[in-house]
């Protein structure tokens, strides 16, 4: 929702108000315009071919979710964390499931990578990873009470979500029939308190990876903190803008926007905006530091009407009632209609030089907080206001002109 951030103060917000009323009349052009538009390498599928096979079912992903919690908590190294990893490898049988363990800065962590590939298979084949952090978080620094900051949180939303949907999609991918390999990264110390820091598990990824491979990842795409009742995905940066296109399509065709027509032609719920742009440091950044496509499907505002990085988020209250079955699907069915419509895919040995333009310079990175922080800049809003003015322009135009057209006839 445009007007939907409370960071605004209100004179800047009176001061905007008439470019947001303007670039309201634009939006659904614009979107419209985002939604048949794909940027290459990639380019446009036909997803409502497609709408009629998908299975995903929230019930299962859910139930996942309060599974997982009762765990304990999964911070890295715990209890709760072996047992997860040996879930996952009974949950995932028709895959081939590996753990990675590593120790940097004297912390040892724990990978999971299932990977599914077709029958025939060479170097030309192509690779789509999904990621989720199954790491929950040790510490608890937002939580309203003092007392129990240091405390681990339950995670419901924050890990057991994505890993849920993982889980849920490593069910029904092996019956897909996909001519493309498929992988399931199941983070470790994504989320830990570390005074050196964060994303280890993706990083150590990302680090091993071979150039052939970093080549043929056509698509890097996590889902994290997708489970809140009150669900809204935006786009996030830093994130590979030509992944990004890909979204609106798949989105709109299952009825996640409310500015775009699904395949039956009525208009969507406002699960997905991307007219928001919000800043993320996620599993997705090793990853675009490799130079390979990567994006990050995150819903950071978790519980109703809150501000981002805020609500639930890093709390207590980061438990399974938060968390619904229909918002587990709908990710789940964004992504799997994702891969069965090859939305993903190109061929990555027409390519000379892997494009991706997105990653922001190494500085920059280096200055956004580690922890997922704080920053929310209204991207989208800034080019849709403009797009706004300008067509007002226009219009104002064209009036002036038929205007005076009147007057001389
Ligand atoms: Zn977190």
């Known amino acids: 929702m445009l007007t ?44 409502c071919d497609f709408v009629e096979s998908l299975e995903f079912n929230g019930t299962n992903a859910n139930a996942s979710v309060t599974e997982q919690v009762e765990l304990g908590p999964r911070t890295t190294g715990s209890n709760g964390s072996a047992a997860l990893r040996a879930l996952i490898h009974t949950q995932l049988p028709l895959w081939d499931v590996a753990n990675n363990t590593y120790t940097e800065d004297n ?51 924050d890990a057991a979500s994505g890993v849920a ?83 609106a399509p798949l989105a709109s065709a299952i009825g996640l926007m409310d500015t775009n027509e699904d395949c039956n032609g009525n208009l969507g719920r406002d699960i997905v905006n991307l007219s928001i742009s919000t800043g993320v440091i996620d599993d997705h950044v090793p990853a675009l530091n490799r130079g390979i496509h990567a994006i990050d499907l995150i819903d950071i505002r978790f519980g109703e ?29 964004l992504v799997e209609l994702g891969l069965r419509s090859e939305a993903w895919i190109y061929d990555f040995q027409a390519l000379e030089v892997p494009e991706d333009d997105s990653t922001p310079p190494e500085d920059d990175v280096q200055n956004l907080d580690e922890e997922k922080m704080e920053v929310e800049r209204h991207i989208g809003l800034g080019i849709t206001a403009l797009i706004g003015v300008l067509g007002a322009m226009v219009l104002m135009i064209v009036l002036s002109l038929s205007v005076n057209l009147k007057r001389e006839q």
């Open 305 to 333: 009407g809150a501000e981002p990085f805020g609500g639930y988020w890093h709390t207590h209250e980061d438990t399974p009632d938060k968390v619904r079955a229909e918002s587990l699907r709908d990710v789940g069915l």
């Open 107 to 157: 912390i040892t962590f724990t990978n999971v990578v299932a990977k599914l590939a077709p029958e025939t298979m060479d170097e030309s084949t192509p690779r789509v990873v999904i990621v989720a952090h199954y790491d929950s978080r040790d510490v608890a620094e937002r939580d309203p009470d003092i007392n129990r900051t240091m405390d681990p949180i339950p995670g419901a939303n």
């Open 165 to 247: 949907v993982l889980l849920e999609l490593g069910r029904i991918i092996p019956f897909m029939d996909l001519a493309y390999e498929v992988e399931l990264l199941f983070t470790d110390a994504e989320d830990q308190n570390f005074s050196s820091g964060s994303l280890y598990g993706s990083k150590a990824w990302a680090n091993a990876q071979s150039d052939a491979q970093v080549n043929r990842t056509t698509a890097f795409i996590v889902v994290d903190m997708v489970g809140d009742e009150f669900l809204q995905l935006t786009h996030v940066y830093p994130g590979d803008v030509a992944l990004w296109t890909t979204i």
């Open 4 to 47: 939907r951030d409370r960071a605004v103060s209100p004179p800047q917000k009176k001061a905007t108000a008439a470019i947001i009323l303007v670039a309201f009349l634009m939006l659904s052009c614009a979107s419209l315009a985002q939604a048949e538009t794909i940027s290459a390498p990639y380019s446009a599928v036909a997803p």
